[in-house]
């Protein structure tokens, strides 16, 4: 099992994921039509079909892909140490996301 577990660290590892998602350019895709055409379409279209759960669940990724990229979150780790008085806030915003995400999915229904 630990083998099959080397092999994908090793893919990552390869293709270079972790380095692609770090310099990924949110202005330029913010500006680029081919990614903005299609997001504009889709939030119309889940507010067109009042899909609202399914609305408040991509606000909430894009949200938490927007943090994760702010100078607050470059910050939570100094040398090797974790800085534990800004790593608490982080915590709870992910918790109470979670907790959100995990009510609209499964807490009730349409």
Not at 18 to 46: C, H, R
Not at 77 to 94: A, F, N, R, S
């Amino acid at each position: 099992m630990s083998n099959f577990f080397h092999k994908i660290i090793d893919l990552i590892q390869q293709t270079k994921v972790l380095e692609q998602i770090k310099d990924v350019n949110a202005v330029g895709l913010s500006t680029n039509p081919w990614f903005m055409v299609p997001f504009v379409v889709l939030i119309l279209y889940l507010l067109i079909k009042k899909k609202i759960k399914d609305f408040i669940i991509l606000a909430i990724l894009s949200g938490v892909w927007w943090v994760s990229g702010t100078q607050y979150m470059h910050t939570l780790i100094v040398g090797d140490e974790i800085q534990i008085d800004k790593i608490l806030p982080v915590l709870v915003g992910g918790a109470v996301a979670l907790g959100v995400v995990i009510y609209l999915l499964f807490g009730r229904s349409d």
